[in-house]
């Protein structure tokens, strides 16, 4: 357990479905961070809050629409998606502001599948 | 474009032996770089981290940077059947926006009895 959660941990939709991933973190962090992990491809950085506020949006789709009510709390809404955004969600989060040792704890990832 | 690049493998070696990770990064501006090690099916999970030029040894894992020439390693001493899994390089990318990682598509390793 690195202190991240995520919901749910499998989530299978279909295009014209909205749902919801959520993370929460209990690391007293302030930063939290959606990335895209699909096969053969690099970790994909979406998204970056600070202090709840969205620092980041990486060209991402607006079928995708992040949340941040809290320093702890991060959800990712879904509508209308893609089969090719078929992947595995992982949600991160750091202390801010940034120090040469700040990691990001990962949370397990929600596996998505879009039919 | 910043870019982390890694060879995919798969890196077959047997167990005991030195398995060597290899990383280069194009963004001269990151000061930090992690590696991750990535079970199948599950989250990255931090092995070490650099951001001096040189060497850190952590138990049987020492991490090389080389900032002139943009490269960073990852040995692995006395690899062991349980380290064989996919190894994920990382570089910092502070920003007016914050901080961010960008990541390799990672190598997998595979120890062999």
């Known amino acids: 357990e690195t202190g991240v959660t995520q919901t749910p941990r499998h989530l299978v939709m279909g295009m014209t479905n909205k749902k919801s991933l959520k993370c929460e973190q209990h690391l007293g962090h302030n930063a939290m961070y959606w990335y895209k992990q699909s096969a053969k491809k690099p970790l994909e950085l979406m998204f970056v809050y600070n202090f709840k506020e969205q620092t980041e949006n990486n060209s991402v789709p607006s079928r995708f629409s992040p949340e941040c009510p809290n320093s702890s709390h991060l959800f990712l809404h879904l509508h209308t998606l893609q089969p090719e955004d078929s992947a595995l969600y992982l949600c991160a989060s750091s202390q801010d502001p940034p120090q040469p040792s700040n990691e990001q704890f990962f949370g397990p990832g929600t596996r998505l599948t879009v039919l | 474009q910043k870019e982390v690049e890694q060879n995919s493998g798969p890196l077959s070696v047997p167990e005991g032996a030195i398995a060597s990770l290899n990383c280069t990064y194009s963004d001269r501006g990151s000061q930090s770089f992690f590696w991750y090690r990535q079970y199948s099916g599950k989250s990255p999970e931090l092995i070490m981290f650099?951001?001096?030029?040189g060497d850190k040894e952590d138990g049987r894992f020492t991490a090389q940077l080389n900032k002139a020439s943009q490269y960073v390693s990852l040995l692995i001493r006395d690899s062991q059947p349980s380290d064989s899994a996919t190894y994920l390089c990382?570089?910092?990318?502070?920003?007016?926006?914050?901080?961010?990682?960008?990541f390799g598509k990672g190598t997998s390793l595979l120890v062999t009895p």
């Open positions: 650099i951001y001096s030029n």
């Open positions: 990382a570089a910092s990318a502070v920003s007016n926006s914050g901080y961010a990682l960008n």
